[in-house]
């Protein structure tokens, strides 16, 4: 890739923002448009390109917005359509894009399409979803939900199943059927036409289900086979896309980035082939899932630290296999992941300030598009201060229900030292935007339980210190935008099994930079080889000890061919 063939969404950054848990402005406890409104100043100053908004769809909320009951209608606890307009003018007008998330793999059970699909197997739109008649008074197949428990819901109305592959609430979409997928594209063209930038595409590798929905094997421990395995990057998935791109996706310079789970590399260059094809870019899941149960039905469930090969050889696959062909997306953290300083860093008060860092620029000096999530860039932790009454999660609340109460698989509370490690809600917790009353979030009670370390970890304490974790963000995010060999330049990997340091380079034609990130709470010794003339770009330490690393000392060297 040349200078020329950069596209600008490969030199953006990202910023996520999950509504419910930004900014409320009206004290009702909830995140709403006119509190994002409110900070997109601080958006600005950060420098990112791009938000990319959680849904703010008219919604019952059995998962947080993910259940959607009409996808042309802002949820009131949200605000207005007027509200979002607003929205939409007032980010362009700093220059800030505006992404909508895309959540076309199943609906509400609320939403009309499912009410009336439900009504009759005669109905107009029955084939909107996915029906199955019992099969030896049982489920139509074995397979499992991502929340636990069964994929499949008995509906009395009908005497049929419904799949559902996350909640009950949750009935997938039926994308065999062109009258669905049309329907799909009239929506998403109808916020196009509204003045939106792009879309974030909610599990885009399940639209395509396998032909007859087989049966698979039974995971160890579990009555149900694995999702993932059975749904994912089905036969006609590629074709869906790119008639999606045909329909909607080429009447506008858009940015669009589809989260596919179960992906492996092959698939993802189809979905982001730089040809333009499919998708600008996917969020794969193979690194967050490292460090998941050997058990496997616990799946994501566990609290062990990663060890360090293991992440740098996936992180590197990605690197070297997307290189010149496909876009990768960079990231740590999501509405769907822990806080990433105490999952790969260290939250000890000592050392999150510089393990935040170190972790960002391991990322930010990589081949992709970065993204970061509310509170990642003043080093927000998980929240251990939550008992199971304090969780909201529905992903948490099924796997107590099924893996704790009824397999038994785990105890209490090994369980809830998982979550503490793994689950959602670490990542929901309220913004943190002052050391006053409820982080500045609300005057009212917030929706979720605040992190009790608000009070030392917040936005305004972020600003007042020009050695935070905010400004080697903005840092970070101006070497993106400006040094055009992190777009371009060729990955390489330094000492694979180095279990304490993650060291590579980004070559280009005239210069090349050496990007050292140690992962250790001690200081250690590694020589580099780091020529006299070279630049040292951005670390987190303010000196440099040369072949001495210091605790999760990260440090970028430009270097002159």
Request: a negative charge; glycine letters at 6%; charged letters at 30%.
């Amino acid at each position: 890739m040349t200078e020329n063939q950069i596209k600008w969404w490969q030199k953006a950054v990202i910023y996520q923002i999950y509504p419910r848990s930004f900014q409320d402005s009206n004290n009702d406890g909830i995140g709403d448009l006119k509190g994002i409104i409110s900070r997109l100043d601080y958006v600005k100053k950060l420098g990112a390109d791009v938000i990319w908004l959680n849904p703010i769809y008219k919604s019952p909320n059995m998962d947080n917005g993910y259940d959607i009951s009409d996808y042309e209608a802002i949820n009131p606890e949200f605000g207005t359509m007027d509200d979002f307009d607003t929205l939409l003018k007032e980010a362009h007008a700093r220059g800030i894009k505006v992404v909508m998330d895309l959540v076309v793999n199943h609906s509400s059970d609320q939403h009309q399409w499912f009410v009336e699909s439900r009504s009759s197997k005669d109905a107009y739109k029955r084939d909107f979803y996915i029906w199955r008649d019992p099969v030896d008074g049982h489920e139509p197949n074995n397979w499992g939900s991502y929340f636990s428990g069964p994929a499949w819901k008995f509906d009395e109305a009908t005497g049929q199943y419904y799949l559902k592959l996350f909640a009950d609430g949750q009935p997938d979409l039926n994308w065999e059927n062109p009258k669905l997928r049309q329907a799909i594209y009239d929506m998403m063209n109808a916020w196009v036409d509204r003045g939106i930038d792009g879309f974030r595409m909610d599990t885009i590798s399940l639209y395509s289900k396998r032909p007859g929905l087989p049966d698979g094997p039974v995971m160890e421990g579990s009555q149900y086979a694995d999702p993932g395995e059975r749904v994912a990057n089905g036969p006609r998935i590629h074709e869906f896309i790119q008639e999606m791109r045909q329909k909607v996706l080429n009447n506008k310079d858009m940015i669009t980035v589809g989260e596919a789970s179960a992906t492996d590399i092959e698939n993802a260059k189809k979905y982001a082939n730089l040809d333009g094809s499919e998708v600008n870019m996917v969020f794969q899941f193979e690194h967050v899932e490292l460090d998941s149960n050997p058990e496997p039905a616990l799946t994501k469930w566990y609290d062990q630290r990663l060890p360090l090969p293991r992440l740098k050889e996936n992180l590197t696959k990605w690197q070297t296999a997307m290189a010149g062909v496909a876009w990768n997306s960079l990231y740590w953290e999501n509405h769907d992941q822990p806080r990433s300083v105490s999952r790969f860093g260290s939250d000890k008060p000592e050392f999150r300030v510089k393990s935040a860092k170190m972790l960002a620029t391991l990322l930010h000096f990589m081949q992709g598009t970065p993204y970061i999530y509310q509170g990642q860039e003043i080093g927000m932790t998980n929240a251990k201060n939550f008992g199971w009454d304090d969780f909201d999660d529905i992903e948490i609340k099924n796997a107590r229900k099924y893996l704790v109460d009824r397999d038994h698989l785990v105890d209490a509370d090994t369980m809830l030292s998982y979550v503490h490690y793994k689950g959602r809600d670490n990542a929901r917790t309220p913004m943190q935007w002052t050391n006053g009353k409820n982080a500045g979030f609300t005057e009212g009670t917030p929706w979720l339980k605040l992190n009790d370390n608000f009070e030392e970890i917040n936005v305004d304490a972020a600003l007042a210190d020009e050695d935070s974790v905010f400004y080697h963000y903005q840092k970070l995010i101006n070497f993106r935008h400006n040094l055009d060999i992190v777009t371009t330049g060729r990955y390489e990997l330094l000492d694979l099994d180095d279990e304490e340091v993650y060291a590579y380079k980004r070559v280009g034609e005239k210069e090349e930079l050496l990007v050292i990130n140690s992962f250790v709470e001690e200081s250690i010794e590694r020589d580099y080889q780091v020529p006299e003339n070279a630049e040292r770009l951005i670390s987190n330490y303010k000196d440099d000890e040369g072949k001495t690393l210091r605790p999760f000392e990260s440090k970028v060297y430009r270097i002159k061919k």
